[in-house]
C-alpha cells in the first residue's frame, strides 16, 4: 500500500457521495478487525480527504481501534447493482461533526434510504436502522491511500487507480 | 477486548433469523501486517451453537487476511426487527464438499437469484468459523411480529399422531394432513430410497393436481436427491432454476415423443416455481430410508425453525417406520381364503414386462420395479388359484420380488401399489384385512400376458 495521500477521482467521489451501504472497519493493536455501518460520506473538495458519519454508540471498539491504531477500511456499496468500492488510509481520526456536515447529513441519509428501498428492503426496516440521535453523531476523517473494486465477481479485490 | 475469551451472552441459536441472506452482512478482517478490509458477504450460515460458516466465493482479501490471522467480525442484521450484532469470530477450516458445503450451496444459488447473482455467486468452499463472541449492537428496533404459529406445538401434537398410527399408509395420510392444518404447509411429498438406494420413488403427497405417487427422482438430483445423497436437510429459501429438479429433463423426454414406446415415466409432483423449497433426510437407526419434501410459492417460507420442526417429525417418521417393520415379524402368516367379487364390464388385459416389472393395464402403465413384481405375483395367483387373500410375510419371502431383508420397503411399495391402483386402475384394489394383511379386489375380469426378457414395448 502506497503511504501517499492522492485525491479521488471525480468519478469515485460521485459514487461514493451517491447514497449506498457504507461499512466502516479498522483494527486494534492485536489485528482484531471490527466493523461497523455508517451513515453518510463526505469527500473534501480536493478530493484528497473522506469523512464518514456513524452513530458513536454502535461502534465503540472501531473507535477505539482507529485511536489506537488510525488504521480504516470503508467499503461503499450500491444496493442493486452490488457494484462495490473499498477505500483504505492509515491517518484515521475520529471528531466531532461540524455544524455544517450534520446539516448536509439527512440528504445523505435520504439517499441511502431510496436506493435500500429500491433494492426491495422494507422502508420501516431502513428508517429504524438509519435512525440517529444527532448528539450521538461522531465523524471519521482519513486520506484514502488505495482503492480496491468490490463488485462480486472474479475481479472482485482488484486495485483501483484512485 | 478480554471479552473475546469469555463465553457470549448471546446465543446465535437466538438470532438465526439474521443469517437467512435477507440483507448482507459485512466482515472485516487483518491482513498481517496490520491493514484492515471489510467487504460484503452473502451468507452467514448456522451450523451449531458455536459455530457459523461463511460463504467462499472467490480469493480474495478476506480470504487471503484469515488464512494469515484467522480472527475476524462479522456484523448481521435481523431483516425484520433491525437488530444488529457483531459476531466475533475465529477462522478454523473450509470444507469444499459433503453436507454443509451442499447446504450452503443450495441456499446461495437461492440468494444469487434473488439478488441478480446467478452465475456470479458460486460456492467454492464453507469457511467454518467458532463463535468468540456476540454483541448486540444498539440501534432502534422495530417491534417482533406475531408468530402465526407455534412450531414447537404443532411439532409435539404431529408426533404424538404420528405415534399413534399403526400402518405406513395411515402414518403418511397423518403427516400430510398435520403439515397442511398445524404448518399451514399446503405442498409436500414424501420419498422413499429404493431397493438399490440409486432412486427415491415418490409414495405420498398432498397440495398438487396429481399424485405423482410412484414418480422416482435419481439419487444427489435436485433438492430432494442432493438432501438424500448427504442425509441432511437442503432449503432453499427463494426462487432459483438451479435445483429445479428434473422437470427439464421432463420436457426433454416428451418432446423425443419416442414414437412406439409406452411411458413408463410418472412425472414429479411440485410446483412449477417453487420460492421456498425444503427438504429433510427420514433416518432409521442412521439409515436414509427417505425425504420429507415440502414447498412454497413465498420467499422464506421455511426458516431454521422450520428446518428443526420438521426434522423432529421427520426423526418420528423414521421411527415409526422402522417400527412397522420389526413389527413385520409378528404379521400373521394364515391367509389363503378366496373371494370373487361381483364382475362387471369387458376384461382387460393385464401385461407384465419381466425384464423391468413394469406392468400395463391394457395400455396405460401402471407400475414397475418391485411393486410391478409384488402386483404381477397377486393377479398371477388370482388369476391361477382364485386367490384374493395375501399377507405381507409370503411377499417378503417370495424369491421372485427379491426383496433386500433389511429394506423397509415391503410396506412402502405396497402403499404405492395400493395408491397407483386408485388412480389408475380403479377396478384393481387392495384393501388391508389385519396386521399383515391385505385383500386383492377385482372388479373387472382380467387377462394376463407375460412379456419374457428382451420383449420390447
Partial sequence: MTRNAARLSQAHVAFIESGGTIYVASRDGALRATVAYGLGCRVSPQGDRVAIYLAASCCGALLASIRETGTIAVCFSEPRSHRTLQLKGNDAVAREPAAEERTKLPACLARLVQKLCDAGVPEDLVRAVTSYDPADLVAVTFSPIAAFSQTPGPQAGSRLNI | ?457
Fill in chain 2, 1 to 457: 477486548m478480554t471479552a473475546l475469551a469469555r463465553p457470549s451472552l448471546i446465543s446465535i441459536d437466538a438470532i438465526r433469523s439474521c443469517l437467512e441472506g435477507v440483507n448482507p452482512a459485512a466482515i472485516a478482517t487483518c491482513s498481517a501486517d496490520g491493514t484492515p478490509n471489510v467487504t460484503l458477504l452473502s451468507q452467514v450460515h448456522y451450523l451449531d451453537a458455536d459455530h457459523v460458516a461463511l460463504s467462499y466465493q472467490f480469493f480474495n482479501k478476506t480470504r487471503e487476511n484469515i488464512l494469515a490471522n484467522p480472527l475476524a467480525t462479522v456484523q448481521v442484521i435481523d431483516p425484520v426487527t433491525g437488530a444488529v450484532y457483531r459476531l466475533s469470530l475465529r477462522y478454523l477450516r473450509t470444507e469444499t464438499s459433503g453436507a454443509l458445503f451442499e447446504r450452503m450451496k443450495a441456499k446461495l444459488a437461492g440468494i444469487a437469484s434473488h439478488t441478480g447473482m446467478q452465475g456470479v455467486f458460486r460456492l467454492l468452499g464453507a469457511d467454518v468459523y467458532r463463535i468468540l463472541e456476540i454483541e448486540a449492537v444498539p440501534s432502534r428496533r422495530l417491534p417482533e411480529p406475531v408468530a402465526r404459529r407455534s412450531l414447537l406445538s404443532a411439532a409435539r401434537l404431529s408426533c404424538e399422531g404420528l405415534a399413534a398410527c399403526t400402518d405406513l399408509s395411515q402414518l403418511l395420510d397423518r403427516l400430510l394432513s398435520d403439515l397442511e392444518a398445524r404448518f399451514g404447509i399446503d405442498h409436500a411429498m414424501v420419498l422413499m430410497l429404493d431397493e438399490d438406494g440409486q432412486r427415491l420413488y415418490t409414495v405420498a403427497s398432498h397440495g398438487y393436481e396429481a399424485s405423482g405417487v410412484g414418480s422416482e427422482i435419481p439419487m444427489g438430483q435436485g433438492v430432494i436427491g442432493v438432501a438424500a445423497r448427504e442425509c441432511t436437510p437442503i432449503r432453499i429459501t427463494h426462487m432459483t432454476s438451479d435445483y429445479a429438479y428434473n422437470r427439464a429433463i421432463r420436457a426433454g423426454i416428451d418432446q423425443l415423443g419416442l414414437a412406439g414406446a409406452l411411458e413408463t415415466e410418472i412425472p414429479l409432483p411440485g410446483l412449477p416455481a417453487p420460492h421456498s423449497q425444503l427438504a429433510v433426510p427420514i433416518m432409521a437407526a442412521k439409515r436414509l430410508v427417505g425425504i420429507l419434501f415440502v414447498e412454497s410459492l413465498d420467499d422464506l417460507r421455511f426458516g431454521y425453525d422450520d428446518e428443526d420442526a420438521l426434522s423432529v417429525i421427520a426423526t418420528q417418521l423414521g421411527m415409526m417406520i422402522q417400527l412397522f417393520h420389526a413389527g413385520a415379524a409378528g404379521e400373521e402368516s394364515a391367509g389363503s381364503a378366496t373371494r370373487r367379487a361381483l364382475m362387471q364390464g369387458a376384461a382387460v388385459t393385464i401385461r407384465h414386462y419381466a425384464i423391468d416389472h413394469s406392468v400395463f393395464i391394457d395400455q396405460d402403465y401402471l407400475i414397475k420395479g418391485v411393486a410391478g413384481a409384488i402386483f404381477w405375483r397377486l393377479v398371477r395367483d388370482y388369476v391361477e388359484s382364485d386367490r384374493t387373500d395375501f399377507t405381507n410375510r409370503e411377499l417378503r419371502l417370495d424369491p421372485s420380488i427379491r426383496l433386500p431383508e433389511i429394506s423397509e420397503n415391503l410396506e412402502a411399495r405396497l402403499v404405492l401399489l395400493q395408491r397407483r391402483l386408485v388412480e389408475r386402475c380403479p377396478f384393481l384394489r387392495i384393501e388391508k384385512t389385519g396386521r399383515g394383511r391385505f385383500r386383492l379386489d377385482v372388479r373387472r375380469p382380467i387377462k394376463l400376458l407375460e412379456m419374457a426378457e428382451g420383449a420390447g414395448r
